[in-house]
């Protein structure tokens, strides 16, 4: 995608995670404050921005990209719903709310701001 939003915003905590969280995961927390990889049909709290040494850096606000699936995100605000593949998916009625800003259609990835 041809877009400069990289580091608009952005805030980040850094959390242990489990050993199957990799970058660009969308990622929850469980109760111990562990990340990982978020579920098909679950809400997200982040996106892993980096994983090292058992830690993740875990982006809760501010520009992020996903791969989507079935119908295509438009530009402007939406509601997304993780998928079993690690990507995301339009859920109107479930969703995380967040702003599309740029879409790769040959790629399926959207760019948002959480």
Same mark, same amino acid.
């Given at each position: 995608? !041809? $877009? ?7 805030? @980040?905590?850094?959390?242990? @995670?489990?050993?199957?969280? !990799?970058?660009? &995961?969308? *990622?929850?927390? &469980? $109760? ?8 098909? %049909?679950? &809400?997200?709290?982040? *996106?892993?921005? %980096? *994983? ?17 699936? %079935? ?7 939406? !509601? ?8 995301? !998916?339009? &859920? $109107?009625?479930? %969703? ?19």
């Amino acid at each position: 995608m !041809k $877009n400069y939003f990289n580091g608009f915003a952005t805030e @980040c905590v850094t959390v242990p @995670c489990e050993s199957t969280v !990799k970058q660009g &995961d969308p *990622v929850s927390l &469980d $109760n111990d404050s562990v990340a990982y990889t978020s579920y098909e %049909g679950t &809400d997200f709290m982040g *996106v892993c921005d %980096g *994983v090292r040494d058992g830690y993740a850096s875990v982006i809760l606000r501010g520009y992020a990209e996903f791969t989507y699936e %079935g119908q295509q995100p438009v530009i402007g605000f939406v !509601k997304l719903m993780c998928t079993a593949d690690g990507g995301v !998916k339009v &859920d $109107n009625e479930f %969703g995380r709310n967040v702003m599309v800003v740029a879409i790769d259609t040959a790629n399926k990835k959207i760019g948002v701001i959480l």
